[in-house]
């Protein structure tokens, strides 16, 4: 996403808001399965991100259908429904326009399970040993025990 430049970077409160906004109608079209497309009825779908463009014409919906299976046929069939799903997102909102809705896979699912592996791994789990035996040892509480003698 391109950042907001009168901000200085990051997406506008307006953006947020519509963004969650969009995110709630899509979600509950979606949970309703008012949607008559196959692939999309035989799963269920998540939407955890809604990123607005700055002029909230566009919105990039991040989904994931629950399991992480067949993502390709889902976002395929997603587009597909686009138009329908807009119309719906349209009656539940209260905007002048409603935005473009585009379909990209959540990759957050992936980034959150490479974090947790990272921070399970056998280097950081060391290094946190390491550093909390080092607060907990008795030679770190002598440089307070001397400042407290000295006074």
């Known amino acids: 996403m391109k950042p907001d430049t009168r901000t200085g970077g990051g997406p506008s409160q307006r953006m ?13 079209v979606l949970q309703r399965g008012s949607v008559t497309d196959p692939v999309l009825a035989a799963h269920i779908i998540t939407v955890p991100e809604v ?4 002029d909230l014409k566009i919105a990039t919906c991040y989904v994931m259908p629950l399991g992480g299976k ?10 597909a429904n686009a138009r329908y799903l807009r119309l ?3 009656r539940r909102m209260e905007l002048k326009s409603v935005p473009e809705l585009r379909f990209r896979e959540d990759t957050s699912f992936d980034e959150g399970a490479r974090m947790d592996a990272l921070l ?3 280097k950081v789990v060391r ?3 390491d550093t909390s035996s080092d ?6 509480n002598t440089d307070t025990d001397k ?5």
């Not at 990123?51 to 700055?54: G, L, V």
């Not at 400042?147 to 006074?151: F, G, I, Q």
């Open 147 to 151: 400042e407290t003698d000295a006074e």
């Open 70 to 79: 067949d993502i390709t046929p889902v976002i395929k069939a997603l587009a």
């Open 16 to 28: 947020l808001r519509v963004g969650e906004l969009v995110r709630h109608a899509l979600a509950d």
């Open 120 to 122: 399970r791994s056998p």
């Open 51 to 54: 990123r607005m463009s700055p």
């Open 88 to 90: 719906e997102v349209g």
């Open 135 to 140: 607060d907990t040892s008795p030679d770190a």
């Open 127 to 129: 290094d946190l040993d």
